[in-house]
Nanobody, 126 residues
Framework: QVQLVESGGGLVQAGGSLRLSCAAS????????MGWFRQAPGKEREFVGG????????YYEDSVKGRFTISRDNAKNTVDLQMNSLKPEDTAVYYC???????????????????WGQGTQVIVSS
């Protein structure tokens, strides 16, 4: 098991940027594939992007491609989500998630992840 704590959320104007960070406990962080998900009010949780154990592979939901970037530092047990050109529709609670991965791949399904952070709120004003 790994414990996850997100930070970096807040209020930003449309077109602005935010950087979310997720800190993980434990000594086996590099064994976990990581994902970012978000949930807007009244909507289901959705996949935003993910990164493989080594960081060599990333995958993004179509609406954030070219605007969001995921990176990880296995030495520091952190994974970041850089969000640029933010839009009001990006407003949501953002969650970091981890799954113990046998392969160096990315999984887009929330059911595959068994470790979740508490979430951090992102509000994008128009």
């Amino acid at each position: 098991q790994v414990q996850l704590v997100e930070s970096g959320g807040g209020l930003v104007q449309a077109g602005g940027s935010l950087r979310l960070s997720c800190a993980a406990s434990g000594r086996t962080f590099s064994s976990y594939a990581m994902g970012w998900f978000r949930q807007a009010p009244g909507k289901e949780r959705e996949f935003v992007g993910g990164i493989s154990r080594s960081g060599s592979s990333t995958y993004y939901e179509d609406s954030v491609k070219g605007r969001f970037t995921i990176s990880r530092d296995n030495a520091k047990n952190t994974v970041d989500l850089q969000m640029n050109s933010l839009k009001p529709e990006d407003t949501a609670v953002y969650y970091c998630a981890a799954r113990l991965a046998a392969m160096n791949s990315v999984n887009i399904y929330s059911e595959a992840y068994d470790n979740w952070g508490q979430g951090t709120q992102v509000i994008v004003s128009s």
